[in-house]
């Protein structure tokens, strides 16, 4: 008996630091999962961070307004389309170095601006036509190598015939930079911009509206299919092997590489039906395919939590299946297949491979405004920047992965939320 009791106790404290050693080996991963994603979180934040800045340069410009506006004084697009934007930029800067007098040093001179700068100049004075003939005094952005330079990112070390800056332009940079004429601020073009060939000018609103319209198209052609589909499989489909085949099928589907789903839209949506090429009608309906076997098998797994009793209290009341199923069921489960669904969302907004099979990957410099409109998409603009020789660019996108990635936590946050919060304890 005390033989029995000894082992009894040995087995009882065996089996405690079995539970101890596997708690201890839980935390130690989410630990390590933790620090790894603080680790690429840093290093990507630790690449990007600078570009929420952007050099510009202080200018005195006077425009002649006899030359822009009209005989009524309004502003004139076909004036304003054959006046030298880019010139009367050169030459304010020009003034704050009179001693600049050869040729090849006033053409390095006008290169540390922007090759934008005209057209900013030109916007404002379209939108304040009062201040022609005035002396006004803009901030106008200096060039990627100009900026990268101001912030500790261009390597002078190397020799002058291997830079992309001169020596005369770095001094002249000093120089302006001392005097408060150049300084780094903050870089609202970034968040208001689309995409440009020019680091400096390069936005991410093109990208972001070009995902949201994508997705909206994604989630309208996603959900509804999804949901019939799953109520299909639940209540209507008779067990056998034609429903065995579908939904092992279905399961099959959620693993196969998105890239598969980009050839068939690109087969499918734009050979045999003509949809628009790089258009977020055409990208959505090919994230919809790759999202709708996620949220079959969200759905499924909800409407097979809720009891069988209330659907059977429903048909008991004379209610048909598929009204036991909308109006009982489906309500209920609700909150799991809204989780599934903004988890597809996030799966789907993420996705590159797909998009770049029916041309998103099209350099647009205009915002999309329609569903059939020329577009891009977040995942895509990052690969077209991170693959850009610029160092600029570089940081570009990588500020634009963050800005993603906080997209993508605040979307997965939002349906442990959702989850919590409505879902029924049984």
């Not at 082992?7 to 080996?25: G, P, T």
């Not at 603080?38 to 929420?52: D, F, P, R």
């Not at 959505?284 to 999202?291: A, E, I, N, R, S």
């Amino acid at each position: 008996m005390k033989k029995n009791s000894l082992q009894i106790d040995r087995k009882l404290i065996a089996r405690k630091r079995a539970e101890i050693r596997l708690k201890i080996y839980g935390i130690v991963s989410i630990s390590i999962a933790l620090i790894m994603l603080s680790t690429l979180i840093i290093s990507i934040g630790l690449s990007g961070y600078s570009a929420l800045q952007q050099a510009y340069v202080k200018l005195d410009i006077i425009i002649e307004g006899e030359k822009i506006t009209d005989e009524n004084g309004m502003f004139s697009n076909k004036k304003a389309l054959l006046f030298n934007w880019d010139g009367a930029v050169s030459n304010a800067l020009l003034k704050k170095f009179p001693s600049v007098k050869k040729r090849s040093d006033k053409k390095s001179l006008r290169s540390l601006m922007s090759s934008n700068s005209g057209f900013e100049l030109r916007e404002y004075f379209k939108q304040n036509p009062q201040d022609f003939d005035k002396k006004i005094t803009l901030w106008l952005t200096a060039s990627d190598d100009f900026d990268q330079y101001l912030k500790g990112r261009f390597n002078v070390e190397v020799l002058e015939k291997d830079r992309r800056l001169n020596d005369n332009q770095l001094q002249w940079i000093d120089f302006l930079s001392e005097n408060r004429i150049a300084d780094l601020k903050f870089n609202t073009g970034f968040f208001t911009n689309a995409d440009s060939r020019e680091p400096e000018s390069a936005g991410i609103l093109g990208a972001v509206v070009g995902s949201s319209l994508t997705l909206i198209i994604t989630v309208l052609f996603a959900l509804p299919l999804a949901v019939m589909a799953s109520i299909y499989l639940e209540y209507f489909a008779k067990p056998g092997r034609l429903t065995d085949f579908i939904e092992v099928n279905i399961n099959n589907l959620a693993a196969i590489p998105s890239i598969v789903f980009g050839l068939l839209g690109l087969s499918i949506f734009l050979s045999l039906f003509g949809f628009p090429r790089s258009a977020p009608l055409v990208g959505g309906l090919c994230l919809g395919l790759m999202t709708i076997p996620t949220i079959i098998i969200a759905t499924r797994a909800s409407i097979r939590a809720v009891p069988p009793s209330i659907k059977d209290a429903a048909l008991g009341l004379g209610a048909s299946k598929m009204q036991a199923a909308l109006h009982h069921v489906i309500p209920l489960a609700a909150p799991g297949i809204l989780t599934g669904t903004i988890i597809g969302m996030a799966q789907a907004l993420g996705e590159t491979a797909p998009l770049l099979m029916i041309g998103m990957v099209a350099f647009i410099i205009e915002t999309p405004n329609s569903f059939t409109s020329a577009a891009t998409a977040m995942p895509v603009q990052i690969f077209m920047w991170s693959d850009s020789a610029e160092r600029a660019f570089y940081e570009r996108s990588s500020l634009a992965i963050l800005f993603l990635v906080g997209f993508l936590i605040a979307m997965n946050s939002l349906a442990v939320i959702l989850r919590r919060k409505f879902e029924k304890k049984w």
